[in-house]
T-cell receptor
Framework: GESVGLHLPTLSVQEGDNSIINCAYS??????FIWYKQESGKGPQFIID?????DKRQGQRVTVLLNKTVKHLSLQIAATQPGDSAVYFC????????????FGKGTRLSVIA | GAVVSQHPSWVICKSGTSVKIECRSL??????MFWYRQFPKQSLMLMAT?????????EQGVEKDKFLINHASLTLSTLTVTSAHPEDSSFYIC??????????????FGPGTRLTVT
């Protein structure tokens, strides 16, 4: 289930189940969205990105969905594995490339073996 | 490819001293480098944008005289925390975009530097 802690909400899932991590972004003018995975004490690791002219994009075991109407982004992870345990951040920018990213609050994914 | 390194990976310093953190793009030339700060259990917050050979652009609320950024080459940017205080203790992360890959939007992140001020 999902719980909201003082700073980071946590999502706990059973190994092998699918995970859905949600994000509400702030700027309706944002054109580029990215999901990052961050393990403890490490920098963010790119997972998947999507432009605003798309509503879905698939990668290996991951899918990103974009709903511009309600400014919502989600990350779906299929067949979640223990190695997927980490904090996941969505990020947005006005244009892709050399522009700063605005990060969402993050969700901690905990995979129960 | 597209590896970004940071040095040191962690540092402990005394209050009032200055600390320099390096961010290097190892196998590409970085058009732009960004510096972020992350407090425990919180998200990354942009501090400044750094372009080679020009002054950094700081985000609102970030003191440019306290957080000195130098971007002297296309592969190196440094962040100096001057007169550090315990409230500056944080995880500092840099990212870079690849000058040679105009079709790539990805920002490549370094591994971060843990600063603890005692």
């Amino acid at each position: 289930g999902e719980s909201v802690g003082l700073h980071l909400p946590t999502l706990s899932v059973q190994e092998g189940d699918n995970s859905i991590i949600n994000c509400a972004y702030s700027n309706s003018a944002s054109d580029y969205f990215i999901w990052y995975k961050q393990e403890s004490g490490k920098g963010p690791q790119f997972i998947i990105d999507i432009r605003s002219n798309m509503d879905k994009r698939q990668g290996q075991r991951v899918t990103v969905l974009l709903n511009k109407t309600v400014k919502h982004l989600s990350l779906q992870i299929a067949a979640t594995q223990p190695g997927d345990s980490a904090v996941y951040f969505c990020a947005e920018s006005l244009v892709p490339g050399n522009t700063p990213l605005v990060f969402g609050k993050g969700t901690r994914l905990s995979v129960i073996a | 490819g597209a590896v970004v390194s940071q040095h040191p990976s962690w540092v402990i310093c005394k209050s009032g001293t200055s600390v320099k953190i390096e961010c290097r793009s190892l196998d590409f030339q970085a058009t732009t480098m960004f510096w972020y700060r992350q407090f425990p259990k919180q998200s990354l917050m942009l501090m400044a944008t750094s372009n080679e050979g020009s002054k950094a652009t700081y985000e609102q609320g970030v003191e440019k005289d306290k957080f000195l950024i130098n971007h002297a080459s296309l592969t190196l940017s440094t962040l100096t925390v001057t007169s550090a205080h315990p409230e500056d203790s944080s995880f500092y992360i840099c990212s870079a975009t690849d000058r040679g890959r105009s079709s790539s939007y990805e920002q490549y992140f370094g591994p971060g530097t843990r600063l603890t001020v005692t």
